[in-house]
């Protein structure tokens, strides 16, 4: 039998605020820790992407050379070559930003027997070490809604700290608001939202040109439905419940439903110039982070 976690419920059946703040305080030290622990892993074999910065033109590219900061390394260039990494010599641009979410909604504290960690638990690792791994490279990160662009090597506990500042709420959802053309969005969450409620928020973040990279992350509870027998789903950010009998006559139309939606995020995704990627949480955080660098680095 698969079990489920969620996160505790205040009288009404909804997290309430201080709850929220209560838990993400306890675990946080831990989410921190691995966080450091990814990124130092990524960072030994990983080097930064191109820097823009206020006013120059590009001039050329040419082998990184030892006793270089390694910050001059050039991502974009390096990641196609396993053995070589290139310094990007040119003029300094206008300054670039990139634009993290991390999804906080109740959904995201969803957490099965097959996985060792919630959703939004993943989440956190793997946006506070992206965060990290940027700012190494000389990037500017900000967190959507709740932080002006950072460039400290302290990002890590200045966000966890923003983070505690600001208690997320259970319906929490993806703010909607235009990103300039030289800034990057990075969105990781369950997106479970309706596509309807879901495009036209992404649709405004791409609007001025932004590129973005959408990181949808799932419980493999929920991509597999392995319940069995008489079942019923609870609301977790709301207090609803629905009775859908025997789960495993269920399980065919859900599982249609889940890759419906999927394809539909994929499609607007891909409209916008944006590319999209699924992450289990039974899979190793590293994985994923390796794989969101790798499509950041493309030109």
């Known amino acids: ?135 190494r490279s000389g990037e500017s990160v900000a967190l959507m809604g709740l932080t002006k662009p950072v460039a400290s090597r302290r990002v890590i506990d200045l966000f966890a700290e923003a983070l505690l500042a600001e208690p997320a709420k259970p319906d929490e959802t993806l703010p909607s608001l235009p990103l300039s053309s030289r800034g990057e969005a990075v969105l990781i969450g369950d997106f479970l939202e309706p596509e309807a409620e879901l495009a036209p928020k992404i649709t405004r973040l791409a609007s001025l040109g932004a590129k973005g990279h959408v990181l949808r992350i799932v419980d493999p509870a929920e991509a597999l439905f392995p319940f069995t027998g008489e079942t019923e789903l609870l609301g977790v950010e709301h207090q609803a419940s629905l009775d859908i009998g025997d789960a495993s006559a269920f399980r065919q139309p859900y599982l249609a439903m889940m890759d419906a939606h999927q394809a539909a995020l994929q499609t607007l995704c891909a409209q916008k110039g944006w590319d999209f990627s699924v992450h289990a949480t039974d899979q190793p955080a ?12 493309r030109p």
């Open 286 to 297: 590293s994985s994923a982070l390796l794989g969101l660098i790798q499509r950041m680095a």
């Open 1 to 135: 039998m698969t079990r489920v976690t969620l996160s505790p419920l205040s009288p009404s059946g909804v997290p309430t605020g201080a709850m929220t703040a209560a838990a993400l305080a306890a675990r946080l030290p831990a989410i921190v820790l691995e966080a450091r622990r990814v990124s130092a892993v990524l960072a030994a074999g990983l080097h930064g992407r191109g820097r823009a910065g206020p006013g120059e033109s590009f001039w050329q590219y040419r082998p990184f050379s030892a006793g270089e900061a390694v910050s001059r390394i050039d991502w974009r260039r390096s990641a196609r070559h396993e053995n070589q990494y290139f310094v990007r010599e040119r003029e300094w641009e206008a300054a670039h930003t990139v634009h993290l979410w991390i999804d906080r909604s109740g959904s995201m504290q969803f957490m099965s027997d097959l996985a060792s960690t919630s959703k939004g638990d993943r989440a956190l690792v793997i946006g506070l070490a992206l965060a990290d791994l940027l700012v």
